[in-house]
């Protein structure tokens, strides 16, 4: 690795370097092309020279400048109109397969628009529940717009599972779009529907799960985790995980049942 300070040090180096290295290096410029400058404009018109400078890659640069943006001008940049403006944001401001970043540029988003993700706080107790359970299969209801998903993916080994039902087509969508950025679809299969009829299709795709995380509507909590149980889709020692069970919340024939179920 080479630390570039200044125009000197690029001059030098260049007469270091072999003629082949040369030549892929200027290939390499002339393919960042016009959108290369562009991003450069934009940022340069955002950021000081040291905080461009610093930036490890366009995609950083492009989340770094959005977070110097009083709440008015990000707004204006990024709307929030539908849930796909979510994945637009994130392709903004994470490279393709950086799930880190992803991660990243959906929290700094739902800081802007409060929206029903778990966010990095209660991601935390998720991820150690995943770490707690080592699953290679997982079941996912309610996947909202994906980071949840995402969060549960990026811990799976390379052969691992995860199954999403999301009831809204357009959610499951922009969901599908968030996990293809972090690169991880290989490991995501998407099952679009009330989880009602899509239990049945998940069991089938499967087998079963050794982690299974409800948040979808509170109230089908209970019966959906009966419909699970009753598809064969838990075994002896599987983690089931629900979001929001709070009183305000209305999951309470849920935890009746979790707490007296044995």
Request: net charge neutral; glycine share 8%.
């Amino acid at each position: 690795q080479m630390c570039i300070r200044d125009r000197a040090d690029c001059a030098q180096l260049e007469q270091l370097l072999p003629r082949q290295v040369q030549r892929e290096e200027r290939r390499e410029r002339k393919d960042l092309g016009a959108e290369g400058e562009r991003r450069r404009a934009v940022l340069g018109a955002m950021l000081t020279a040291p905080q461009v400078a610093r930036a490890q890659s366009p995609y950083d640069a492009a989340f770094a400048a959005s977070t110097k943006l009083d709440a008015d001008a990000f707004y204006a940049a990024h709307p929030y109109r539908s849930p796909g403006d979510v994945l637009t944001y994130i392709e903004t401001c994470a490279a393709p397969g950086d799930a880190k970043a992803v991660l990243q540029a959906f929290e700094y988003f739902g800081k802007k628009y409060p929206m029903y993700s778990i966010g990095a706080t209660k991601g935390k107790i998720l991820d150690s529940a995943v770490a707690t359970a080592r699953p290679k299969r997982i079941v996912e209801i309610g996947s909202f717009l994906g980071y949840s998903a995402v969060r549960m993916a990026a811990k799976l080994p390379a052969d691992g599972t995860l199954a999403c039902v999301e009831g809204n087509p357009e959610f499951a969508r922009t969901a599908e779009g968030v996990v293809a950025r972090a690169g991880l679809s290989d490991r995501v299969r998407f099952f679009v529907g009330l989880a009602s009829d899509e239990i049945s299709n998940v069991a089938k795709a499967i087998g079963r799960a050794d982690l299974v995380f409800l948040d979808h509507w509170k109230d089908l909590y209970r019966a959906d985790l009966q419909a699970i149980e009753a598809q064969g889709l838990l075994r002896a020692g599987s983690v089931v995980v629900a979001d929001n069970v709070g009183p305000l919340f209305g999951a309470m024939e849920y935890l009746d049942y979790v707490r007296g179920c044995g």
